[in-house]
Nanobody, 115 residues
């Protein structure tokens, strides 16, 4: 079955950096688009960054120039490098992939940015 396992979250001061990882299993990883989403308390889950199977990337306007999504097909892993973090980046970050209309999610990893 599809399994996505995130890691790398934590507490960081504003201006700091974190790198999130998502290890995937149960899928032919190199063929799948992958994404990172986040959900802050009291807010809807939102897309942060997406990467296609071919490596094309898209970003939410709020993170452009600060976050970088990448993938390592040999390790079945997608990354989110987050620089210049802001308190408003505080959220639970989720890894995602899709099969048709079905979304698969990891368990999430908490990112907290202190001011």
């Amino acid at each position: 079955q599809v399994q996505l396992v995130e890691s790398g979250g934590g507490l960081v001061q504003a201006g700091g950096s974190l790198r999130l990882s998502c290890a995937a299993s149960g899928i032919t990883f190199s063929f799948k688009a992958m994404g990172w989403y986040r959900q802050a308390p009291g807010k809807q889950r939102e897309s942060v960054a997406q990467i296609s199977s071919g490596g094309s990337t898209t970003y939410a306007d709020s993170v452009k120039g600060r976050f970088t999504i990448s993938r390592d097909n040999a390790k079945n892993t997608v990354y989110l490098q987050m620089n210049s973090l802001k308190p408003e980046d505080t959220a639970v970050y989720y890894c995602n992939t899709k099969f048709g209309w079905v979304d698969y999610w990891g368990q999430g990893t908490q990112v907290t940015v202190s001011s």
